[in-house]
């Protein structure tokens, strides 16, 4: 399993960005992917994820109204669409894949993620 991430860069607070990444070597459809960032000296947090069981978007309060996961119908890749980006949004971002089909308390835990892209850096800045 590859994950690709592509997008981010650099933006004014107050813009948009969107990332998008597309797994490889999976089964169209058959896993769980999460989205997480990290900013210098921070810990790994949980962004959102897309629940395909239910076929909704489950979003950390931090970015809640500002971000929003969806997926491709037909195709392996999910975007992470990014609005009213603040100063402290920089980050790099992740996306991972669970092979598992994890409950909802269990989206935000890194930990069961088994597949993790390359990450891609967001700065906003002026």
């Known amino acids: 399993v590859q994950l690709q991430a592509s997008g981010g860069g650099l933006v004014q607070p107050g813009g948009s960005l969107r990332i998008s990444c597309t797994a490889s070597g999976v089964t169209f459809g058959s896993y769980q992917m999460g989205w997480f960032r990290q900013a210098p000296g921070k810990e790994r947090e949980f962004v959102g994820a897309?629940?395909?069981?239910?076929?909704?978007?489950y979003v950390a309060g931090s970015v809640r109204g500002r971000f929003t996961i969806s997926k491709d119908s037909g195709r392996n890749i999910e975007y992470l669409q990014m609005n009213s980006l603040k100063p402290e949004d920089t980050a790099v971002y992740y996306c991972?894949?669970?092979?598992?089909?994890?409950?909802?308390?269990?989206?935000?835990?890194?930990?069961?993620?088994?597949?993790w892209g390359q990450g891609t850096q967001v700065t906003v800045s002026s």
């Open positions: 991972a894949l669970t092979k598992s089909r994890p409950i909802l308390s269990s989206l935000p835990n890194p930990g069961i993620y088994e597949f």
């Open positions: 897309f629940r395909r069981n239910v076929n909704s978007q």
